[in-house]
């Protein structure tokens, strides 16, 4: 288990597949007797297959986490229509107060909307943030539980919860579609607390298919700063 | 436009096809000449198509919507992955103050999880929740201006915000998958501010496509009625 | 490896999950602590899941197949497009001579467009049809050789081989894509030629999540029975 | 109606959608008041999007069009699996004696096992590719209607039809999966007689989106050329 975050967790639950998938799904391209076939991962191939945007061979590889994050993260990860989701319910359960605090404030850069850049942890800057969060996300959690001990439903109780609440869910998908999370979301244009989780599933692939991850990962680069 | 809840809003901003779409799609295996294709819509034929799980040919009509809704519906709803999304963004913008608040309370329903009922708008109860929505949310949003006057980024100065903020989004989808949404949304199963947007789009694909719209209903329900 | 039709294959290369799989990502909705979390497999919860149309859970398993079966089984199999693929290409390759005969001739069904029922195998009408395949395919295979010999380019040559000529790939999918795959193709209204794949598929999956594949084709055979 | 090839066809028939489709989808991001939106076409907006890869505003303009082409090629169009499709079937329909003849051979290119070369069209290479590739589909055609007219059902007749045979389908997708096609279709690597319909497309496109459109093109070009 990965710790993310101040109270977040990542877990690889299970997993299919390696290198040799990728290799073994472009093989059959060219008829090589496919189901007794047992190769050694050719990084040349897999080069080539990343280079000129082969991709479907990255699809036989797939990968299951459980991801405990802050909905705000949830919300964003949730938009790769590609995955298969299941996750925590406000409906069907009392959710337990867990919320997310940044350990210091983050301030706009100038000229661009969607950066932010941290001031040093022990600044009145960063007192404020923290202590703001901390104590709204504190008295929203109190309203909610006395909603809910008044006999007031689950589903309408929730709706003052924030958006730093943690939740849960289980998240699967193959290896060609992580590797474009990880374009979108392990960049400096994502937002840090999604990032960083993007970062640990980087880890994890590294070790799982580490010839294809550092491949995919070189291509992208690649494009990035040809189009930046 | 539909309003919808207290302050949200659905507007059928475009759209692409109709009950000879279906027709069209379905008389292409038998090889009609398709391209001067001039039909009428033929009852017969989508009854056929909808009883006999064939559904590829509900795909060539789209619809494109906007709508504003809480964010705890619009959680629910992009869980649908066959749409296509551009959502409002609390990173690029700050957020304006506005939140749902229900006109009543609900309580559980006992032996069903996911089920609530309502209770009367004029009781104690009901009272009761309308404030404790109405206070912390505008605590929320006050904290969030003022982080943000005091210079915070916006990206951080959200996380206070609660689920029952508004947010806008565009959602394209094609009739096939809004038949699904609305099995899915338009249910008894589904929570009261998810269902009556799911309602309001079920109007429009009545009034756009009512042949298929009718006929998926029916099958629908007579799957639920089976099952059930 | 399962043999299926003359000369076809099947081989479960990798798999990931069981019914286990299923029981963890419902269990996630009222947060049973995840991670950790080793249970039981709970028919009753899975059979919960199915009657209710709660079919995420059944996306976290998954099935990759190599396939060796005609182009025309192929066509309709691609026709799903939830799955990954990776086919043997007559561009990269000379194709073998190898292609699918039947075993005996196959008459229209009256009043239905799209059944067939089998006459005996010693018979003219079968004598007939193996013949007229058998001669067609190959002097199709003898003119592609000698077009190849000739120099001609192979993505050219393979313009007159038949649509019965076998072909291979490899397929990776869900475990719900899968049973929607057999629905469809597991199914009366199905050609021989694909259902014999797809009931090949659907031991595999009855061996490998007994319980999940038993209720979802109570399921499925339930609405049929309604809607038929 | 486009003529292609020498028998195929492809006709827009409904689309929905424009440049300013795209610059909607991404104002709504800063939350520009969506539903009365009446902007003009932005290129910087546009070309910033394609530069960051932020491809979601993309699509939600669709576009539905006819298409008459040889099985190979719909074989390769039908491996996107974003479109929606419904095709002319050999199970409910005898089909028409209309097969693909190329106007020329073509030759391998020694060193690239993809590629071909034209050669002349007055030349014995090309006089007997197409007196080969025509007398073969001729048999095929001549042996497939000898067994429907001997009472053999139409779906096992077929069996002996070449992959040059026509077949017709409708297509519906949206405006970025249609620029991905192009991407991997309308390129060098493509094999002729889908480019062909590819550069068909591209022209509809091109016409009916034209600042999209060339944007996407450029920065597809600019990553191949980076890459190649």
Chains 1, 2, 3, 4 share one sequence.
């Not at 877990?11 to 390696?18: A, F, K, N, R, T």
Request: hydrophobic content about 40%; glycine content about 6%.
């Amino acid at each position: 288990m990965t710790r993310v975050l101040d109270k977040g967790e990542l877990v690889l639950v299970d997993s299919m597949g390696s290198d040799l998938s990728v290799v073994q799904g472009a093989r059959i391209s060219n008829g090589a007797a496919i189901p007794d076939w047992r190769g050694a991962p050719d990084e040349k191939l897999i080069r080539f297959l990343a280079m000129n945007g082969h991709m479907s061979p990255f699809e036989h590889a797939t990968f299951k986490f459980y991801i405990k994050c802050p909905i705000f993260v949830a919300r964003e990860w949730m938009r790769h229509r590609t995955f298969s989701y299941n996750e925590m319910s406000g409906r069907y359960k009392e959710l337990p107060e867990e919320f997310y605090v940044p350990s210091a404030a983050r301030l706009p850069v100038p000229g661009n909307k969607q950066s932010s850049e941290w001031v040093e942890e022990d600044s009145t800057a960063s007192d404020y943030v923290m202590n703001t969060i901390t104590n709204m996300s504190s008295a929203a959690f109190f309203a909610y539980r006395q909603m809910i001990k008044a006999g007031i439903a689950r589903e309408m109780a929730r709706m003052v919860l924030p958006v730093n609440t943690y939740t849960e869910f289980i998240v699967t998908g193959n290896f060609r579609n992580w590797m474009h999370f990880l374009e979108l979301r392990n960049s400096d244009d994502a937002q840090y607390e999604i990032r960083v989780y993007a970062e640990a599933i980087g880890e994890v692939l590294a070790e799982k298919m580490p010839l294809s991850y550092e491949v995919l990962n070189e291509v992208s680069r690649g494009s990035k700063k040809k189009n930046g």
